[in-house]
């Protein structure tokens, strides 16, 4: 069973259903006991950073997520989940995160420019291409030119170690970080078509599979 945590920060149930689609046995939950039972846990969020860590501690949401890293099962941090795993955010005067995974969160500047010299918008709204993507089971059978869709106004910067691969949108940034069964993406698989279905179904292979 995969977990869904529930922390009232949106798009779990599209996540849901894309894990339906593929045959998946999953559960929405926001129980830290049943995370903890899970064969791999989705972080998924849309929203305000400040906001969702005052959920998440409210429920003990952020206990259990550290333990569920302590205790080895596989987490796909999603979107604002991504970010959240850090440490910290400019998002809402300064934001004070898990610190699960090296880094922070900032927001793109307005100034940036596409490379043909256009101001970028903000949020960062659309289908974009990973750039530099390293070798990772998350990646596996997902051409290279695939897309992905993303909306952030806020991006990670972690370690070089970390970085699975980039995206440009008037700047490189971190699009997916990751170590020993504890990932994140900036991007939504759940509303990426096919490429994103690949996968998730790629992390709940690694479930099964400790290995990865």
Same mark, same amino acid.
């Given at each position: 069973?995969?977990?869904?945590?529930?922390?009232?920060?949106?798009?779990?149930?599209?996540?849901r259903?894309?894990?339906?689609?593929?045959?998946?046995?999953?559960?929405?939950?926001?129980?830290?006991?049943?995370?903890?039972?899970?064969?791999?846990?989705?972080?998924?969020?849309?929203?305000?950073?400040?906001?969702?860590?005052?959920?998440?501690?409210?429920?003990?949401?952020?206990?259990?997520?550290?333990?569920?890293?302590?205790?080895?099962?596989?987490?796909? &941090?999603?979107?604002?989940g991504? !970010?959240?795993?850090?440490? $910290? #955010?400019?998002?809402?005067?300064? +934001?004070?995160? %898990?610190? @699960?995974?090296p880094?922070?969160?900032?927001?793109?500047?307005?100034?940036?420019?596409?490379?043909?010299?256009?101001?970028?918008?903000?949020?960062?709204?659309?289908?974009?291409?990973?750039?530099d993507?390293?070798?990772?089971?998350?990646?596996? &059978?997902?051409?290279?030119?695939? !897309?992905?869709?993303?909306? $952030? #106004?806020?991006?990670?910067?972690? +370690?070089?170690? %970390?970085? @699975?691969?980039?995206?440009?949108?008037?700047?490189?940034?971190?699009?997916?970080?990751g170590?020993?069964?504890?990932?994140?993406?900036?991007f939504?698989?759940?509303?990426?078509?096919?490429?994103?279905?690949?996968?998730?179904?790629?992390?709940?292979?690694?479930?099964?599979?400790?290995?990865?």
């Amino acid at each position: 069973m995969i977990a869904i945590v529930d922390y009232g920060a949106g798009n779990q149930t599209s996540v849901r259903r894309a894990l339906d689609h593929l045959g998946i046995p999953c559960v929405i939950t926001a129980d830290p006991d049943t995370l903890l039972r899970a064969a791999g846990v989705i972080f998924p969020g849309v929203g305000a950073a400040g906001q969702a860590m005052s959920r998440l501690r409210a429920e003990g949401l952020d206990r259990a997520l550290r333990d569920v890293v302590d205790r080895g099962i596989p987490l796909l &941090g999603v979107c604002l989940g991504c !970010q959240i795993l850090t440490a $910290h #955010s400019e998002e809402d005067d300064g +934001t004070v995160m %898990l610190g @699960l995974a090296p880094g922070d969160c900032r927001r793109f500047g307005r100034e940036a420019r596409e490379e043909d010299g256009v101001l970028i918008r903000v949020p960062h709204m659309g289908w974009n291409r990973l750039r530099d993507r390293r070798p990772t089971p998350l990646f596996a &059978g997902i051409p290279e030119d695939a !897309q992905f869709y993303f909306v $952030h #106004s806020y991006y990670v910067s972690t +370690t070089a170690d %970390l970085t @699975l691969a980039s995206c440009r949108y008037g700047i490189d940034f971190c699009a997916a970080y990751g170590r020993d069964g504890l990932w994140a993406v900036q991007f939504h698989p759940e509303k990426s078509g096919p490429p994103g279905l690949r996968l998730l179904r790629n992390f709940v292979d690694c479930c099964g599979d400790r290995s990865c």
